[in-house]
């Protein structure tokens, strides 16, 4: 459904009802928000290069299936706290190009999260506690990528304990900031 001017009033109620998809992209569009009528099926939500804001705290609700969702491209300033709780399953998580200002709330919860993009952002400071969960055991799946380049955070001041769930140092990407 890419490509198309489809906007969030385009969507009829119902229109999905029935259907059951594994995979959707409505990329290159014109949503300014989360379609809240989607399949509840969906593994895959991929919401590339739309005009989205925010992401409020019921816009993720009912896809608790997903394992990978896509929002990179967008104008994505704040996600609410507790909004990712409704995504368990989730692997893969693309919020790269967005105007994010923190780390999303929430990412040390989701214990099956590997790779996390939030490079080219606004992100000038990350907490030691912001990806990976305080005690031992509690995460699944350590993280094989977190992107972080294309932020005006100073590297050097991140503790290296915060990213004491990835799988190795390489995981990790800094750097190359440019204003």
């Known amino acids: 459904m890419g ?3 489809l906007e969030n009033s385009g969507f009829e109620p119902g229109a999905f009802d029935g259907l059951k998809l594994n995979y959707l992209r409505i990329s290159e569009a014109k949503l300014t928000g989360v379609p809240k009528d989607l399949p509840e099926t969906l593994h895959e939500l991929h919401l590339d290069h739309n005009k989205i804001q925010a992401i409020e705290l019921e816009d993720l609700i009912r896809y608790s299936k997903l ?13 609410e706290n507790g909004s990712l709780a409704f995504l368990p399953a989730l692997r893969e998580l693309h919020l790269d190009h967005n105007k994010l200002s923190r780390v999303p709330p929430g990412l040390p919860n989701l214990k099956f999260l590997q790779v996390v993009y939030l490079h080219s952002n606004n992100v000038s400071k ?30 050097w001041e991140v503790q290296p304990a915060t990213f004491r769930c990835a799988t190795d140092r390489l995981a990790i990407q800094f750097g190359n900031y440019k204003k």
């Open 3 to 5: 490509g198309n001017p």
């Open 67 to 79: 394992y990978r969702l896509g929002l990179g491209h967008n104008s994505i300033r704040m996600i």
């Open 126 to 155: 990350i907490g030691v506690n912001d990806f990976c969960p305080v005690g031992f055991g509690v995460k699944r799946a350590s993280y094989h990528g977190i992107s972080l380049f294309g932020n005006p955070v100073p590297y």
